[in-house]
């Protein structure tokens, strides 16, 4: 499995690798020994585009010198370009899109047994992706930390964006299956558990406008707050994270239940994309600069210790030198923990590309990202600094990429940190730190505790004969 995108693509290929375990298979250690490669693909900026096709070109070899391989290409991509795929690299075996995840096997086997298949839906069906739960059929990477799907697709239409004409209308997945698998997972012992979706604030509306129709008395309204409480209450879950917010949509309510449940973390990502009011408008973000900060005042004024991210896009068509000084002065208003910042790439279908007398030149945009970076990293510095001398509850996940004597994990405010320890401490660990240094990408620290072990049963593959 190859995986290019977000979380939610990540969690996507652990759902098809789960089915492709169930069906008889076995997770190969490197490309060389695969007889099936699956690439799960993104198409939010061009250059995504540019790496899948780049991939694809070097598996050709491979196929050659082994015609028994099966390629397959799921995933936004897919779903954006369908046969354009197969036009472009014949020797992809298999084409399935973001409607169809649960297809994987089977397309797999039809396409050994009758050749190629491309098999683009148009829409999520509601049952398919009930009958398809996050907790039963994933082959998890980790095993004390989880992803649940609590929503596909997205109903906004920010000018900029494909995710909607890939991922298609927002569906929220039903409440009582969701808390339902939080058990299930800590039964298995995951202690950490991240909600996604592309507008988590919404989640559940939908839900709600279908009992009404069907004649019931409830109010139509979001559920987010309270998938928060009850994920949050699940005995054994002891961190939930969530993306995406919108910041249009954030209400006090979800910020009572981050507070008031002591199982969600104190982060927050919310993401600006802009600072000028005029270009939100031309997003259609449906909210000023001034209202983004009243809310991330808001949430810090609830939260205490909160951490909060962004996304920030430079370039949006039309963007200004005063447009982008107003991104530059909210930026440092908002005073971010995280950013990611991207340059502005035109999307085949969005309201944006079409904008393209009004694209901006890239050495102006290169230049405005450089200082965006300015701000944002000050602010990273900052956030990180005054964590020095502070005792931070971290959950471990692993030795640290550069010496193995060093742990690495999180702190509830999503800060990586090195730390000396005494003794190897195994992925999910509790423990504290204390908190020694500083810098761009990370906190170090030296171990004080060791609070609670994992207890995480090891999972034996089980394939079926
Ligand atoms: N649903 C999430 C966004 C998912 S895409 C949300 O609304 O927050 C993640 C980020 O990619 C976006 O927040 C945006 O900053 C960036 N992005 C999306 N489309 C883009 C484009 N065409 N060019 C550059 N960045 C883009
Ligand atoms: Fe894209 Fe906007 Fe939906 Fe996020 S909220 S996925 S940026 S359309
Ligand atoms: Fe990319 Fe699709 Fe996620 S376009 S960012 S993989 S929703």
């Known amino acids: 499995m190859r995986t290019y995108g977000c979380q939610m693509n990540e969690h996507d290929s652990e759902?098809?690798?789960?089915?492709?375990?169930?069906?008889?298979?076995?997770?190969?250690?490197?490309?060389?020994?695969?007889?099936?490669?699956?690439?799960?693909?993104?198409?939010?900026?061009?250059?995504?585009?540019?790496?899948?096709?780049?991939?694809?070109?070097?598996?050709?070899a491979r196929k050659a010198d082994n015609p028994d391989?099966?390629?397959?290409?799921?995933?936004?991509?897919?779903?954006?370009?369908?046969d354009l795929i197969r036009e472009k690299a014949r020797h992809v075996d298999v084409v399935f899109g973001t409607h169809n995840v649960h297809r994987a096997a089977d397309l797999l086997a039809e396409a050994r047994a009758r050749g190629p298949i491309v098999e683009i839906l148009e829409e999520t069906v509601r049952e398919d992706m009930e009958s398809f739960p996050t907790s039963l059929q994933a082959r998890r990477e980790s095993d004390y930390a989880a992803w649940m799907t609590i929503?596909?697709?997205?109903?906004?239409?920010?000018?900029?964006?494909?995710?909607?004409?890939v991922r298609g209308p927002e569906i929220s997945r039903n409440f009582d299956t969701l808390v339902a698998e939080a058990e299930d997972l800590a039964r298995q012992g995951v202690t950490e558990i991240t909600l996604l979706g592309q507008n988590v604030n919404s989640y559940g509306r939908d839900l709600q406008l279908a009992r009404r129709q069907a004649g019931e008395d409830v109010r139509v309204r979001p559920m987010f707050a309270d998938l928060l409480r009850s994920v949050g209450a699940v005995d054994g879950i002891r961190r939930v994270w969530y993306t995406s917010p919108h910041p249009k949509?954030?209400?006090?309510?979800?910020?009572?239940?981050?507070?008031?449940?002591?199982?969600?973390?104190?982060?927050?990502?919310?993401?600006?994309?802009?600072?000028?009011?005029?270009?939100?408008?031309?997003?259609?973000?449906?909210?000023?600069?001034?209202?983004?900060?009243?809310?991330?005042?808001?949430?810090?004024?609830t939260?205490?210790?909160?951490?909060?991210?962004?996304?920030?896009?430079?370039?949006?068509?039309?963007?200004?030198?005063?447009?982008?000084?107003a991104t530059l002065e909210v930026a440092a208003a908002a005073e971010f923990d995280n950013a990611f910042t991207f340059v502005y790439s035109p999307r085949p279908g969005t309201e944006a590309a079409q904008m393209v007398d009004q694209f901006v030149d890239p050495e102006l945009v290169k230049d405005r990202f450089a200082r965006l970076r300015v701000v944002i990293e000050r602010s990273i510095r900052q956030k990180h600094a005054a964590r020095v001398g502070r005792t931070e509850e971290i959950v471990v996940f692993g030795p640290s990429k550069r010496d193995p004597e060093v742990m690495s994990g999180r702190t509830r405010q999503h800060k990586l940190v090195?730390?000396?320890?005494?003794?190897?401490?195994?992925?999910?660990?509790?423990?504290?730190?204390?908190?020694?240094?500083?810098?761009?990408?990370?906190?170090?620290?030296?171990?004080?505790?060791?609070?609670?072990?994992?207890?995480?049963?090891?999972?034996?593959?089980?394939?079926?004969?």
């Open 69 to 82: 391989l099966q390629i397959a290409v799921a995933g936004c991509l897919a779903q954006k370009d369908r």
């Open 15 to 60: 759902r098809i690798a789960g089915l492709l375990e169930a069906d008889g298979m076995e997770a190969a250690s490197s490309m060389d020994e695969a007889d099936v490669i699956v690439l799960n693909t993104c198409c939010i900026r061009e250059n995504a585009d540019n790496k899948l096709y780049a991939h694809l070109g070097d598996l050709k």
């Open 303 to 325: 939260i205490p210790d909160l951490a909060v991210s962004t996304d920030i896009i430079v370039g949006f068509p039309g963007e200004t030198e005063d447009d982008f000084a």
């Open 418 to 465: 090195h730390f000396a320890s005494d003794q190897p401490l195994k992925p999910g660990t509790l423990a504290t730190a204390v908190i020694t240094g500083s810098g761009m990408q990370y906190l170090k620290g030296d171990l004080v505790e060791v609070l609670a072990r994992p207890t995480h049963k090891k999972r034996i593959p089980v394939v079926s004969v």
């Open 249 to 301: 949509d954030l209400r006090e309510d979800v910020l009572a239940a981050m507070v008031e449940t002591n199982a969600v973390c104190e982060q927050l990502h919310f993401p600006l994309q802009s600072g000028s009011d005029r270009v939100l408008a031309l997003m259609h973000r449906g909210y000023t600069a001034e209202r983004f900060l009243e809310k991330v005042h808001m949430a810090r004024a």
């Open 151 to 165: 929503q596909v697709g997205c109903d906004n239409n920010c000018a900029f964006c494909i995710v909607p004409a």
